[in-house]
């Protein structure tokens, strides 16, 4: 009875999806929210739906117009001068202006917003108003990146104004100009989202788009497998699941997402100890966690530009040698002891590493060089904190990357007291290369900047690089529209680039 009270539940909620479907709602498996906020916090996938930026990206990741139909950039001044598109209305029937523009770079730029991404616009000097539909931005000098920055989604002033940018009730009911509109927030179960009728690009296709929260991998795959789910990213464990199953399409995407294990230099241990490193890098097996955990899709990694067109791969790889790991350590006054570990003034050579609880391919990984550390004496134990205290944990199992602009992801990563800085890296050549970069248009002048860059943290290493990772999607076959060539970022972000021209077909 039991087994036949399960098989009816299981058939209905394949019908409840596909009803669903039909009827024009795509349900997503996603991570959770506290907040939807993209002046302050980098990452979402869900800003793409509800917020435009002055520009935006193309299937390659090129740099296109979207609220700015055009822009001039006068090089004398450094003034860029943006031309916004007529017309555009944010979700509550408010025009869309210039004003909105100021309001949410000036936002971003104050401290006391501790804005994430903050660095971005560092060189930002003045911003002015024309007009409703002109507004420009006089910079300190020249930047590079400066177009690639203003993809940001653009906040409405009319609600925000005087409102705290934390914690106002607004990051809980955002309103934007996108091609979809919050409906509903259930908190911990979903998110909700409408098609804009008067989305200013044209009316998206589909009717609803639902952000069901499930934090879980493992629980990802298996709500997709029950119709509970008709699209997410899965392990590439879970995606051969659904091999061979017609009512599924697997989007296997390149994405320029690595993983590694970030140092806290806070931490008075790296600041006695952050001459291991180097042993540390040597001894991992990185083609040994690409087989293993992400079943041969994905890259050995050495640096954060490898998918860029910057990358200098002439930097020390720290190719696979325990023989080597050991010589470092031991050249640095490391004794083994009987247990097989290296002790240091009588101190094993021992940290954790934490995780995210949920994150599979993490946590698999992290497992993994913890065990080929241990068979070279370093004894790193994985841990699963309910929360990440960023100031005073050894390491963590990072992952960062961009498939835009070099600048993107490692000027606020690795520059001294940036944004995204979560390691308190800092070092003067780092800091001196990543600046020449974004200070220059010409390529070559770039190519050497970040050569030099490249160089210099391999040098002095802020991180052990793994691996980078391809993002694997699992999607209702009926939906259409996915481009799958285009390279996704950090955390397999961009896929919902053109959400607004996605079809559902049967």
Known sequence: ??????????????????????????????????????????????????????????????????????????????????????????????????????????AIMDPANESEIASNYNDVKEIRVVDDNTVEFELEGNNAAFLEYMTIGILPKHLLEGEDMQTSSYFRAPVGTGPYKLERWDEGQAITLTKNENYFLGTPNIDTVVFKIVEDDNVKALQLKSGELNMAQVTPKDAQLFEGDDQYAIYRMKTSDYRGILFNFWNPYWQENKDIIPAINYAIDREAMIQAVL???????????????????????????????????????????????????????????????????????????????????????????????????????????????????????????????????????????????????????????????????????????????DADYVVDARVKGITADTVLGHHGVGIFWNVAEWTLEG
Not at 62 to 83: K, R
Not at 404 to 416: I, L
Request: hydrophobic residues 40%; proline residues 4%.
């Open 1 to 106: 009875m039991k087994k036949i009270l399960a098989l009816l539940i299981a058939t209905l909620m394949l019908l409840s999806a596909a009803s669903a479907l039909a009827e024009g709602t795509l349900v997503y498996g996603s991570g959770d929210y506290t907040r939807i906020n993209p002046a302050i916090d980098e990452h979402g996938e869900i800003n793409l739906l509800i917020f435009n930026g002055l520009t935006a990206h193309d299937a390659d990741n090129n740099v296109v117009p979207c609220l700015a139909e055009s822009w001039d950039y006068d090089e004398p001044t450094h003034t860029y001068t943006f031309h916004l598109a007529k017309g555009v209305t944010f979700h509550d029937g408010e025009p869309f202006t210039a004003e909105d523009v100021k309001f949410t770079i000036e």
């Open 295 to 469: 079943l041969g899709q994905g890259d050995v990694a050495y640096g954060p530009l490898q998918r860029n067109i910057y990358n200098n791969p002439d930097v020390e790889h720290y190719d696979y040698n325990p023989e080597k790991a050991v010589e470092i350590l031991e050249s640095i006054g490391c004794e083994r002891g009987e247990d097989g570990f290296f002790y240091r003034n009588g101190e094993k050579i021992s940290f954790p590493i934490n995780c995210r609880a949920g994150d599979q391919v993490r946590i698999d990984l992290a497992q993994i060089a913890s065990q080929q550390l241990k068979e070279v004496g370093i004894d790193m134990q994985v841990e699963i904190p309910a929360s990440v205290d960023w100031g005073t944990q050894y390491a963590f199992l990072i992952g960062w990357g961009s498939p835009f602009d070099a600048d993107d992801h490692t000027f606020k990563v690795f520059g001294t007291d940036q944004g995204n800085n979560y390691s308190g890296y800092s070092n003067a050549d780092v800091d001196a290369a990543l600046l020449a970069a974004r200070s220059t248009f010409d390529s070559e002048a770039r190519a050497k900047a970040y050569a030099d860059f490249q160089v210099a943290l391999a040098n002095d290493p802020a991180y052990t690089f793994f691996c980078y990772i």
